[in-house]
């Protein structure tokens, strides 16, 4: 299916080959590469900085069973022409874990090689081919340092984070300044990603410790709300206010309930966030996007309340959650044109730094 306008895919998803940390990380840190391993009850997961990745809802039971878009760029292409998708940014699987990496050295030269062989990827089509490099917050400095090296080395567009808290800290903590005035500068979009699998605090793991259903329920729209409040009500974007920021796959439906709470305290103890010199929600309108689903049925009745140009389209492809025809689905939601030519497009292009 092709529309007379380009359709922007704001989040979907590589597979990493099983030895791309073997292969690519610097000879020094090459013996601590992530690997898979069997697990003592002889199940295959994914071993990084000396524990164990939670296991994911895949069929099948060896990694190379998931789709080979993920891991073929050239399949990928013939998947997106397949589903009318002329553009998508890439965020990693495995390399979600790379945010939960405590040994700063390791963490920085693994997510080097990942972005790296990410850059590889979309150098296949890089007019259609968009990869979010991937940032490890255990040393702010550090993500400085790969920030500016995978703008300046590869040209990219965004970066992205986990909202879970590293060494305790959650996202406005003052040791985390410096990391957004240096992607204020850089003009590149962050983009606030949660992943359920790895080691990192998470939302409601502690009351659904080893099942992923609850675990998976919880995490993107708990983890992102709480991401939300540190960007809106803990002044990062009042102390920056040209950083463009999306909270990605945690829906819709939370957005203006949650608005209308952080207004609501705003106004009435706000003098307890004394920086903020507006309603949390207005940083939302000015700096602040969200991803949606393709069969997101609430979303006609949401818009008035978000904004129809705070939406991005997103497809998850090829995570387990992804929808056979996304651009199809979403087509079927009562939307106006207008509408369905900025979440599907528009949007996207708007919050990446797109030309198009």
């Not at 895919?9 to 601590?32: A, I, M, N, T």
């Not at 963490?107 to 972005?115: D, K």
């Not at 850089?186 to 990192?200: D, F, K, N, S, Y």
């Not at 069969?295 to 309340?305: E, F, S």
């Amino acid at each position: 299916m092709r529309l007379p306008y380009p359709v922007i895919d704001g989040d979907s998803h590589v597979l990493e080959p099983r030895d791309l940390w073997l292969q690519r990380l610097e000879e020094p840190f090459r013996p601590q590469a992530p690997q898979f391993r069997l697990t003592p009850e002889g199940k295959e997961l994914f071993y990084i900085d000396g524990k164990w990745q939670k296991r994911v809802p895949f069929e099948g039971n060896v990694w190379e069973d998931r789709p080979r878009g993920g891991f073929d760029p050239h399949e990928r292409l013939r998947v997106m022409d397949a589903l009318g998708i002329d553009q998508t940014f890439l965020y990693p699987t495995l390399g979600l874990n790379l945010a939960a990496v405590e040994n700063v050295p390791l963490a920085a030269a693994l997510c080097r090689a990942y972005n790296d062989w990410l850059a590889d990827y979309c150098r296949v089509a890089p007019q259609r081919l968009f990869g979010v490099a991937a940032l490890n917050l255990e040393e702010p400095r550090e993500a400085i340092r790969e920030a500016q090296r995978v703008v300046a080395t590869h040209g990219v567009k965004a970066v992205m984070i986990r909202p879970n808290p590293s060494r305790g800290r959650c996202l406005h903590h003052p040791d985390y300044e410096p990391f957004y005035a240096a992607l204020a500068d850089l003009g590149v979009a962050l983009a606030v990603h949660e992943g359920t699998t790895g080691t990192m605090p998470t939302a409601g793991i502690d009351r659904f410790d080893n099942n992923f259903f609850f675990e998976h329920l919880f995490s993107h729209p708990f983890e992102q709300q709480l991401a939300f409040a540190s960007f809106l009500a803990g002044g990062i974007l009042e102390r920056h206010p040209t950083l463009r920021v999306a909270f990605l796959e945690a829906g819709t439906a939370w957005v203006p309930y949650w608005l209308h709470r952080l207004d609501e305290h705003y106004e009435g103890i706000g003098w307890m966030v004394p920086e903020l010199r507006q309603p949390p929600s207005e940083y939302f309108r000015r700096q602040g996007w969200v991803s949606c689903e393709p069969d997101d049925a609430l979303l006609p009745h949401l818009l008035p309340l978000i904004g129809e140009d705070k939406v991005m389209f997103s497809t998850d492809y090829p995570h387990y959650d992804a929808k056979p025809e996304p651009v199809k689905l979403f087509l079927e939601l009562a939307l106006p044109e207008t509408a369905r030519r900025r979440i599907l497009g528009e949007n996207a292009a708007r919050f990446y730094g797109l030309t198009t």
